[in-house]
C-alpha cells in the first residue's frame, strides 16, 4: 500500500491497542444491554441455535471454481473508492428481523504465527488474544537471538504467557513451543528440547525469508537432527522454498518437494508439515503423502495471488502492495484454487496456519521491503465470510481446530469463540505502542462482514 494512502481512507481510524480494548468492552456491553432489553420486550430468543442454523443451510457441493465469488467479495474490492459497500442481510428469525447471526467455533488452533520479541511481543499478544486466538498459537523461532534451544523455547513460551496473562488473568492461551533447526543443530539438542516439552522443530531455507541467514542451503546437514527428531518424536516444520538461486521464486515451493522427497525416503516414520503452502504442486504432494504429513495454510494465500501483491489485479489499484507481501509471496490464481479446494473439501491433513507476521510500517513501506502479513485481526472474520459463502461452514471448525490437534495429537479445544455477523472496519493501522510507529493489518481500511465478539 502506497504511503498514506490508508490514511486517506476515510474509513480507516487509527487504534491505540489499549483504547481498543477498553472501547471493545464497552460497545459489548452496549451490546449486551441491547439484547437483554430486546429479550424482555419480546420474550423471545435472539441467538438462532447453531443446529437449527446449520440444518437449514442446505449443504451445496463445492463449487468448482469458488473464485469468481470469492472475489467478488473480495475484501479489496470493498476498499476501492466509490464501489457499494455490502451490507450484511439481516437474517429472520421468527417475529425478529434485526439481530445479525452468530456462528460459535470450536476455539481455533494456529500452527505458525510470529509473536516477535521486545515490545512488539508486548503489542502483538494482546492482539491475538482479542482477535480470538487464545488457544493453541505455534511461536516461531525467528526471533533474536533465534530459539535454538530447549532452555530458550521455554524462555519464549513464559515470556509469551506472561504477556498473556497481564491482559487477560484467565487467558487460556497455549504458546506450543519450537526449536529453529539449522545446520549445526546436534541431534543431542533435540533430543534435550524435546524433554523439556518442545514439540515442533522448524527449519528455515537460507536467506528466503526473514532472518533466514541461519538457514538450511544443504539439506544433508540436517540429517542427524532430523534423526533425533523421527527418534524422539518431534515434528518437523519446513518452511517449503529452496533455497538454491538456480530456482526462481515463484517456482521455490514446487522445486522443495523434491527435497522434501529425499528427506521422507530417509526418515519415513518423521512426521513433517509443509507449512504456508500456496500452490497446487504443493497441494498435491501433501495429499499424495501417508498419514505423517501435514500442510498449513493461511488465510491471505486463500484470498489473495501475486497480482494483488506486484498492482496487476484490479482490486490492488495497479499499485505494488507491499502489505500483502510475504513468503512464500502468493501465486497464481489456479494455485489458489487448489488450496481453496483443498481446505473447503475437509481434507484432515491441512489446517490452518496464519503466519502472522507483523512488520512495523517502516519495515514494510520501504526499499527493501520486510516480507510478511499482519492478518492476526481479519483471519477469522474471513475464513467465516469465505466457508460461510461456500456453503461450508461445518467443515470450518474441522480446519481451525481439529485437523491439526489431531495431527500435532492434542485434545480439541473446550473453549469456543463467537462471531457476528456484523459489518466491521478494519483499522488503516494499529498503532505499534512504545514503537513510534504503527503495523497495517491485512484489509487495512476494509469493511468485513464479521467480527469477532469481545
Ligand atoms: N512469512 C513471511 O513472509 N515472513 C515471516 C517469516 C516466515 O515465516 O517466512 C516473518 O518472520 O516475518
Ligand atoms: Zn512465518
Not at 471493545?24 to 429479550?39: K, S, T, V
Not at 517449503?240 to 515451493?253: F, M, T
Amino acid at each position: 500500500m502506497a504511503a498514506g494512502e490508508a490514511r486517506r481512507r476515510g474509513r480507516g481510524r487509527r487504534v491505540r491497542p489499549a483504547r481498543a480494548g477498553a472501547e471493545l468492552a464497552r460497545r459489548a456491553r452496549d451490546r449486551g444491554r441491547r439484547r437483554a432489553a430486546r429479550h424482555r420486550a419480546l420474550g423471545d430468543a435472539v441467538r438462532r441455535p447453531r443446529a437449527r442454523s446449520r440444518a437449514r443451510r442446505p449443504r451445496r457441493r463445492l463449487r468448482r471454481h469458488p473464485f469468481p465469488r470469492a472475489l467478488a467479495a473480495h475484501p479489496h474490492r470493498q476498499a476501492r473508492p466509490g464501489a457499494p459497500r455490502r451490507h450484511t442481510p439481516r437474517r429472520k428469525t421468527g417475529r425478529l428481523t434485526t439481530e445479525p447471526r452468530t456462528i460459535r467455533l470450536r476455539a481455533p488452533d494456529n500452527w505458525h504465527a510470529h509473536f516477535r520479541d521486545g515490545p512488539m511481543l508486548d503489542f502483538l499478544v494482546p492482539v491475538f488474544l482479542d482477535s480470538g486466538w487464545r488457544r493453541r498459537i505455534v511461536a516461531e523461532p525467528n526471533i533474536t537471538p533465534p530459539v535454538l534451544t530447549g532452555d530458550r523455547a521455554v524462555w519464549y513460551r513464559d515470556a509469551i504467557l506472561e504477556r498473556a496473562r497481564a491482559h487477560d488473568p484467565a487467558t487460556t492461551v497455549d504458546p506450543v513451543m519450537t526449536i529453529q533447526i539449522t545446520e549445526t543443530t546436534p541431534g543431542a539438542t533435540v533430543r534435550d528440547a524435546r524433554s523439556k516439552g518442545v514439540g515442533i522443530g522448524k527449519v528455515y531455507p537460507f536467506m528466503v525469508t526473514t532472518h533466514s541467514g541461519n538457514g538450511v542451503q544443504d539439506y544433508d546437514k540436517i540429517y542427524p537432527a532430523l534423526e533425533a527428531a523421527q527418534d524422539c518424536g518431534l515434528i518437523v516444520q519446513f518452511h517449503g522454498e529452496h533455497p538454491s538461486d538456480d530456482i526462481e521464486g515463484l517456482n521455490k515451493e514446487a522445486g522443495f518437494t523434491a527435497i522434501l522427497d529425499r528427506i521422507r525416503a530417509r526418515f519415513p516414520k518423521l512426521k513433517l508439515t509443509m507449512e504456508h503452502i500456496t500452490s497446487r504442486a504443493a497441494v498435491d504432494w501433501v495429499k499424495a503423502q501417508g498419514d505423517g504429513v501435514g500442510a498449513s495454510v493461511t488465510v491471505h494465500h486463500l484470498f489473495t495471488t501475486v497480482d494483488d501483491v506486484l498492482g496487476y489485479s484490479k482490486a490492488s489499484g495497479g499499485l505494488m502492495r507491499v502489505h500483502h507481501g510475504c513468503k512464500p509471496q502468493p501465486k497464481w490464481r489456479d494455485d489458489r484454487a487448489a488450496l481453496n479446494e483443498v481446505v473447503l473439501s475437509g481434507h484432515p491433513r491441512f489446517f490452518y496456519g496464519g503466519d502472522d507476521a507483523a512488520h512495523l510500517r517502516r519495515r514494510k513501506e520501504a526499499e527493501g521491503s520486510a516480507c510478511g502479513v499482519w492478518n492476526t485481526m481479519a483471519a477469522l472474520p474471513l475464513l467465516v465470510d469465505l466457508f460461510d459463502r461456500e456453503g461450508q461452514l461445518d467443515r470450518l471448525d474441522p480446519f481451525l481446530s481439529e485437523h491439526g490437534a489431531r495431527f500435532y495429537g492434542y485434545d480439541l479445544n473446550a473453549e469456543s469463540v463467537t462471531l457476528v455477523e456484523e459489518p466491521w472496519v478494519v483499522p488503516a493501522e494499529v498503532e505499534a505502542t512504545g514503537m513510534g510507529d504503527s503495523v497495517v493489518p491485512m484489509c487495512a481500511g476494509e469493511t468485513l462482514k464479521w467480527r469477532v465478539r469481545a
